[in-house]
């Protein structure tokens, strides 16, 4: 998204995956052959991800004090993912990149629990617009980067734990092989070509990141995920289909919403008043609350009784 609004201000943009294998070989388009660089990540137990970290090491000084960006996304909206980034702008600093903006944007989960289809649109819909604001601000020099707090510096200093969790657990996953069709998204996907087809099975290594990018997009839900396998989602959020679903409305998450995605109004209500000032309407002011995100869990076990 931020690439194409990028481009819409003459930006010619390219994209580069962080994969282990780029890491290994140190093979990567060197920044200061380009006029702007930008780092984007997805949260991981409110850190980045270990890879990006020893990736962003290897890059070279930079030349002229070069501006970079970073953009990162999670499942929920709260400050203690605001210092997720501090090693990243740490070691971009210190090569000498002026790392002037930082937004966080909020997405659905893809571990743990899968949220509903009104909030997915409403995610969608937010950071299409945002992606538009971003790309201005960028362009036009606007510094903002989010600010730490203790509890982010506690939260990120103990997530560090999962790194190495994420390498035993990725210990444990195997296939199934009555439910695998052969496709080859799991190692086709994964970010650090942790698995491997050799002698007709699929293996997975010690590089696991716990992206669970692999169980996402089976599309037969084919792979156990070792010691978490309770955790997780299968199916890849569709949403492009959900914005065109008129059924489905993008106001999930307003003023009346109940239970605990109420905590995250505090975010879309700052995020409206970004986008108002940028000179767009708010995506959920173009809908009518969802019936559901207003229910009490009463109401919500009844209407589910009912649809079974």
Same mark, same amino acid.
């Given at each position: 998204?931020?690439?194409?609004?990028?481009?819409?201000? &003459?930006?010619?943009?390219?994209?580069?995956?962080?994969?282990?294998? %780029?890491?290994?070989?140190?093979?990567?388009?060197?920044?200061?052959?380009?006029?702007?660089?930008?780092?984007?990540?997805? &949260?991981? @137990?409110?850190?980045?991800?270990?890879?990006?970290?020893?990736?962003?090491?290897?890059?070279?000084?930079?030349?002229?004090?070069?501006? @970079?960006?970073? =953009?990162?996304?999670? +499942?929920?909206?709260?400050?203690?993912?605001?210092?997720?980034?501090?090693?990243?702008? $740490?070691?971009?600093? %210190?090569?000498?990149? #002026?790392?002037?903006?930082?937004?966080?944007?909020?997405?659905?989960?893809?571990?743990?629990? $899968?949220?509903?289809? &009104?909030?997915?649109?409403?995610?969608?819909?937010?950071?299409?617009?945002? /992606?538009?604001?971003?790309?201005?601000?960028? =362009?036009?020099?606007?510094?903002?980067?989010?600010?730490?707090?203790?509890?982010?510096?506690?939260?990120?200093?103990?997530?560090?734990?999962?790194?190495?969790?994420?390498?035993?657990?990725?210990?444990?996953? $195997?296939? #199934?092989?009555?439910?695998?069709?052969?496709? +080859?998204?799991?190692?086709?996907?994964?970010?650090?070509?942790?698995? /491997?087809?050799?002698?007709?099975?699929?293996?997975?290594? =010690?590089?696991?990141?716990?992206?669970? $990018?692999?169980?996402?997009?089976?599309?037969?839900?084919?792979?156990?995920?070792?010691?978490?396998?309770?955790?997780?989602?299968?199916?890849?959020?569709?949403?492009?289909?959900?914005?065109?679903?008129?059924? =489905?409305?993008?106001?999930?998450?307003? #003023?009346?919403?109940? +239970?605990?995605?109420?905590?995250?109004?505090?975010?879309?209500?700052?995020?409206?008043?970004?986008?108002?000032?940028?000179?767009?309407?708010?995506?959920?002011?173009?809908?009518?609350? #969802?019936?559901?995100?207003?229910?009490?869990?009463?109401?919500?076990?009844?209407?589910?009784?009912?649809?079974?």
């Amino acid at each position: 998204m931020l690439s194409s609004e990028m481009a819409l201000y &003459g930006y010619e943009c390219e994209t580069f995956a962080i994969t282990y294998m %780029a890491y290994k070989q140190k093979s990567f388009p060197n920044p200061n052959d380009y006029g702007l660089i930008g780092v984007a990540y997805p &949260g991981h @137990a409110f850190n980045a991800p270990h890879l990006l970290n020893k990736f962003v090491k290897l890059l070279p000084e930079a030349k002229k004090g070069q501006r @970079a960006f970073i =953009i990162k996304s999670s +499942g929920e909206p709260f400050s203690v993912n605001n210092s997720s980034s501090n090693a990243a702008k $740490r070691y971009l600093r %210190a090569k000498g990149y #002026d790392v002037s903006y930082e937004k966080h944007y909020l997405m659905p989960y893809n571990i743990m629990f $899968r949220y509903p289809p &009104g909030l997915a649109k409403q995610m969608y819909l937010y950071s299409r617009l945002m /992606a538009k604001s971003s790309a201005n601000k960028i =362009i036009n020099g606007e510094r903002e980067c989010l600010h730490n707090s203790l509890i982010s510096l506690i939260m990120c200093f103990l997530g560090k734990i999962e790194w190495f969790g994420a390498w035993f657990n990725g210990l444990f996953y $195997r296939v #199934d092989k009555r439910k695998c069709i052969d496709c +080859g998204l799991c190692a086709k996907n994964c970010p650090t070509q942790n698995i /491997a087809k050799k002698n007709g099975k699929y293996r997975f290594g =010690i590089h696991c990141a716990l992206c669970c $990018r692999c169980t996402m997009s089976c599309p037969k839900d084919a792979i156990f995920m070792g010691l978490l396998n309770g955790l997780r989602v299968n199916g890849a959020y569709e949403f492009e289909k959900l914005e065109k679903d008129e059924k =489905i409305s993008g106001n999930y998450v307003n #003023d009346k919403t109940v +239970g605990y995605y109420k905590k995250f109004n505090k975010y879309y209500n700052k995020i409206d008043e970004e986008l108002v000032a940028c000179g767009f309407t708010p995506p959920r002011s173009l809908f009518a609350p #969802d019936e559901y995100a207003v229910m009490s869990k009463k109401q919500r076990k009844a209407l589910n009784r009912k649809n079974r």
